[in-house]
């Protein structure tokens, strides 16, 4: 039955929707855009819902699967919901499973009709291949609300905006950042006149509504928004605008809330560039959160420039209690590494390991994102790369390139042939390795991801590589059957 009550001001539904893919893995994900926004909006008089689909500790989701706790691999990170779904037709030839990952319908429709009758709709969305949960949800929303005005805001919204009003479902589709667009949007359906702000500085926005979930394993921290940098691949600059940070005390107080007012005990750094302001920004706000006695764990799911990783940071970093170090490493080539406007390079790299080891750290703490199937990435410098960083005592964290519309690197792949300028983002996902080099057949990937498990293992077994640099080189093309490489190491 639904529980639709009566309230003065309008009734908002924020929804975060399911993913549908090949794979999906709850790395500390928090919808952050969404949380924002329900604090503005609520600040603004506006009665508020949450139904975050990918809500894995949710009482109602543990009670469906018999358990009273998430069941998590390290840390509060663990495997989502799966449910095989059919394959859209873009995949029809991949050979692997597809799936919905999240909450099972039934739950969320439950959640949807439990509250008060949403006068307008939010949605959120995340990769641009995601899209077909979006189109799951959406429709969902539709059965439940007939045609109460649904809004799509994110990633996908805002890097395809003409696909998603082709193809969401959504009346609205919203590009960008949201907090102070949004309250001329909803005035204009619900006609109401409800207090309007404009968010100047990131300062100006309410803590993200962490309050709105029934329970938390953890929560995201955004110091900053944006990047500086302008690498080839990456669309943070499309999605976040400018880079600009928040003052420490502000970060503080919202850290201080969540874990002594909402009991989280594990926070994820959502930073493009946690490190890049470092002795302004990141080093003091170290030394607050030690002052604060703000003892919980910290991880840093994106890449942290290692260029930036001295002594004393390590040391820093260390003390503060941050469990979870990823570092942006990406291609051991010189040539990659400029397209990465040089954010780092293997002696900076080196340093910067040797500097995390000397402070406490080890292989259960440290990974570097190695990337793999780039435009014109020969094996060998995928090899290559691995084997320096194996090599050093860091875990390989393979990630497949995406092209991801509107960066520079998805316009060279459509220059060369290799993808059209109008292009389902269903061929960007990197499970299909969307840009491969000719007569490379996906087994080889398959087999190179096998092999950066097996170093992986090694190295939290002994905890030392497997082998030094250029044995390990070696022992990795003769396992794939390579000639010796074209690719000269730097």
């Not at 309008?10 to 090949?22: K, Q, R, Y």
């Not at 604090?39 to 469906?64: F, K």
């Not at 809004?151 to 395809?160: D, P, V």
Request: hydrophobic fraction near 40%; proline fraction near 6%.
């Amino acid at each position: 039955m639904h529980d639709y009550k009566q309230h003065d001001n309008p009734s908002l539904l924020l929804v975060n929707p399911w993913i549908a893919d090949f794979a999906a893995y709850d790395f500390w994900l928090k919808p952050m855009g969404l949380l924002y926004l329900a604090a503005v909006l609520r600040q603004a008089g506006y009665v508020v819902r949450l139904v975050d689909c990918m809500d894995r500790a949710h009482p109602e989701v543990l009670q469906w699967q018999g358990i009273d706790r998430p069941a998590n691999r390290r840390w509060s990170t663990g495997k989502f919901l799966r449910t095989l779904i059919p394959k859209p037709a873009a995949y029809r030839h991949v050979p692997r499973h597809y799936a919905r990952y999240g909450m099972p319908p039934e739950i969320f429709e439950k959640l949807c009709l439990s509250g008060p009758k949403p006068q307008v709709i939010l949605v959120t969305s995340g990769m641009t291949y995601w899209y077909p949960g979006v189109q799951m949800t959406i429709a969902t929303l539709r059965r439940l609300f007939g045609n109460t005005p649904i809004l799509l805001g994110g990633i996908y919204a805002t890097l395809c905006t003409d696909h998603a009003r082709r193809f969401s479902g959504a009346d609205i589709v919203m590009a960008g950042e949201a907090e102070s667009l949004i309250q001329s949007e909803l005035q204009a359906i619900v006609g109401s006149e409800l207090v309007r702000r404009d968010f100047v500085t990131l300062d100006d926005l309410p803590f993200p509504a962490f309050d709105l979930y029934p329970q938390l394993q953890s929560a995201a921290i955004m110091t900053s928004r944006g990047c500086p940098l302008r690498c080839t691949f990456c669309a943070s600059n499309l999605v976040s605008g400018k880079y600009r940070w928040r003052r420490l005390d502000g970060v503080i107080a919202e850290l201080d809330w969540l874990h002594r007012g909402l009991g989280v005990n594990e926070f994820a750094f959502y930073d493009d560039a946690l490190l890049t302001n470092r002795d302004r920004h990141f080093l003091p706000l170290c030394e607050k959160i030690i002052l604060h006695q703000i003892n919980a764990a910290f991880h840093t799911p994106n890449g942290l420039q290692a260029k930036f990783i001295d002594a004393n940071t390590a040391q820093m970093m260390w003390q503060t209690g941050f469990k979870t170090v990823r570092l942006a490493y990406e291609s051991g080539s010189e040539e990659r590494q400029r397209d990465m406007s040089k954010k780092v390079n293997n002696e900076s790299f080196a340093r910067a390991v040797a500097n995390l080891y000397a402070a406490g750290f080890g292989p259960n703490e440290l990974d570097a994102y190695v990337m793999m199937a780039l435009p014109g990435q020969s094996i060998h410098e995928i090899l290559w790369s691995m084997a320096y960083v194996h090599s050093l005592g860091v875990g390989i964290r393979l990630a497949a390139f995406s092209p991801i519309p509107g960066t520079v690197d998805y316009e060279r792949a459509v220059a060369r042939g290799e993808l059209a300028a109008d292009a389902d983002p269903l061929l960007t996902n990197n499970s299909i390795l969307p840009i491969r080099l000719p007569g490379t057949p996906h087994e080889k990937y398959d087999k190179i991801n096998r092999l950066a498990k097996t170093l992986n293992a090694h190295l939290l077994q002994t905890r030392k590589p497997l082998d030094a640099m250029g044995d390990l080189y070696s022992r990795l093309r003769a396992h794939l059957n390579l000639m010796p490489a074209e690719f000269q190491a730097p």
